[in-house]
């Protein structure tokens, strides 16, 4: 019974000591299996946040201290979306000071980003290349003509800092494909050196458009310095979206130039604060100079902007200026100014904006040994409807009605036309179109102005 009993317990303890050995086996190597896939989730783990710093960089974010201390992080090449619909001036919803709405209206590629890192601040220095190359054929009561159609190239320079802060700045240029003569788009007339005397030299092939600095601030604004788009185009040009014609119903561009002097369009020597307060965006602008015949000038101007909602914009803008010396001599008054109203509607293919402007001294009349400035009221209206993808219908009206009495200067003077068109996209940055202007208006001495067709094509870049 004992030997029973002793085989009987040296068999549960044999048993035991191999189960012990069998579980000890089966942990070291459960250990060796944890251990190895540690080893790669931690080379893992490294890699994503190599591979997160390097888009932090790229996009301009900021950068963990132990990415370095200076020099050339990354060197990357960005495209940036093209247009979406056809326009030939500059953008109308609040971005970089005198960008208004251009990211819609102009297709831009990027050009190399750079990201610099120095005492853990990151910096993104991007320059963007950008043209756009226009030409048309016009047909009407004289022979037919081949034109540039306000052809242009910039250059965009952006650095982006801390805390959501940048730098930016922007020179464009007019081009002309043509020849030598850069007078041919209604809405895109050049500035010559003043308004009181008018200069019949040819331009130019190559002059300035834009030229202006600013930083932006976060939760405040931005402020630039420079010749850029004035807080009145922030209004009117909504409706400044024709290929060709247009722009001559709220005196924008006046007195036959590019609206710089007066402030209106591309203002000369200003100075711009924009601010946007969620659904109410505002501008303030003076301009800090003197004419070329050393008058003593002072100008102001401001907009403002309500956004309902995401498909209706209601806008007020004037641009007012005071100068006394030669253009007080002429005119008999030393002040000079336009205000205008809108309202704009946007939402999927339909695009339509309307505005009226008054004016006081704003316009002008140009004889041969005098200069004329006359007040008026005027009107314009901008409709669109992209049909699909590849083709969109456009239409609308401008109107002026000038308050003159000079016996010089036909009762009947104004301008009054209706302008449709229809655009053929190629690519979505490339397009050719044809345009209609029927004209019921009459020039300074009584004479129709001429309905005309146009042909052209735009390809931007």
């Known amino acids: 019974m004992r030997r029973s009993l002793f085989t009987l317990t040296l068999f549960f303890v044999s048993t035991a000591a191999l189960a012990q050995s069998d579980i000890a086996n089966e942990m070291a190597a459960l250990r060796q299996l944890v251990e190895s896939q540690s080893r790669l989730l931690t080379q893992q783990s490294s890699?994503?946040?190599?591979?997160?710093?390097?888009?932090?960089?790229?996009?301009?974010?900021?950068?963990?201290?132990?990415?370095?201390?200076?020099?050339?992080?990354?060197?990357?090449s960005d495209d940036f979306p093209p247009q979406a619909q056809p326009q030939t001036e500059e953008p109308t919803s609040p971005n970089k000071a005198g960008d208004i709405a251009l990211d819609a209206k102009q297709s831009i590629r990027s050009?190399?980003?750079?990201?610099?890192?120095?005492?853990?601040?990151?910096?993104?220095?991007?320059?963007?290349?950008?043209?756009?190359?226009?030409?048309?054929?016009?047909?009407g009561a004289e022979d037919p003509t081949l034109n540039d159609g306000s052809s242009r190239l910039g250059i965009r320079l952006d650095r982006r800092l801390s805390n959501g802060r940048s730098l930016f700045g922007r020179v464009e240029w007019k081009v002309n494909l043509v020849d030598s003569d850069s007078n041919f788009a209604l809405s895109d007339n050049p500035s010559g050196a003043g308004i009181v005397t008018?200069?019949?030299?040819?331009?130019?092939?190559?002059?300035t458009r834009l030229g202006y600095l600013g930083a932006s601030l976060p939760n405040i604004g931005e402020i630039s310095f420079g010749k850029q788009w004035s807080v009145y185009y922030d209004v009117s040009g909504w409706t400044d979206n024709f290929n060709v014609y247009g722009g001559a119903g709220l005196s924008t561009y006046s007195a036959g130039t590019d609206g710089g002097l007066l402030g209106s369009g591309r203002a000369e020597d200003a100075v711009i604060f924009r601010s946007d307060r969620g659904k109410v965006s505002f501008g303030l602008q003076t301009q800090l100079k003197s004419t070329s015949a050393g008058d003593d000038y002072k100008g102001l101007a401001g907009?403002?902007?309500?956004?309902?909602?995401?498909?209706?914009?209601?806008?007020?803008?004037?641009?007012?200026?005071?100068?006394?010396g030669d253009f007080e001599t002429v005119t008999g008054d030393d002040e000079s100014g336009?205000?205008?109203?809108?309202?704009?509607y946007h939402r999927g293919p339909w695009n339509a904006a309307f505005s009226v402007a008054a004016w006081k001294a704003h316009e002008a009349v140009f004889f041969d040994d005098d200069t004329l400035?006359?007040?008026?009221?005027?009107?314009?209206?901008?409709?669109?409807?992209?049909?699909?993808?590849?083709?969109?219908?456009y239409g609308g009206f401008n109107y002026t009605d000038p308050d003159i009495d000079d016996p010089r200067v036909d009762k009947d003077f104004g301008v009054e036309f209706l302008i449709f068109g229809a655009s053929i996209f190629a690519t979505d940055d490339s397009?050719?179109?044809?345009?209609?202007?029927?004209?019921?208006?009459?020039?300074p001495n009584g004479e129709d102005v001429d309905s005309v067709l146009s042909a052209g094509y735009r390809f931007d870049f």
């Open 303 to 324: 907009s403002l902007i309500f956004s309902p909602t995401d498909s209706w914009d209601i806008g007020l803008a004037f641009s007012g200026s005071r100068i006394e």
């Open 47 to 76: 890699q994503l946040d190599s591979l997160t710093r390097r888009v932090a960089e790229l996009e301009g974010g900021s950068v963990n201290a132990d990415a370095g201390t200076s020099g050339l992080v990354a060197l990357e």
């Open 111 to 139: 050009g190399k980003e750079s990201v610099i890192v120095k005492d853990n601040v990151a910096l993104s220095d991007t320059m963007e290349l950008y043209g756009s190359m226009r030409i048309f054929a016009e047909a």
């Open 338 to 344: 336009v205000a205008t109203l809108g309202v704009r």
């Open 431 to 443: 397009y050719s179109y044809i345009e209609a202007l029927y004209s019921t208006g009459k020039q």
């Open 198 to 207: 008018r200069d019949e030299s040819e331009g130019p092939v190559l002059t």
């Open 373 to 393: 400035f006359y007040d008026g009221v005027g009107a314009e209206l901008y409709a669109s409807y992209e049909y699909s993808k590849r083709l969109q219908f």
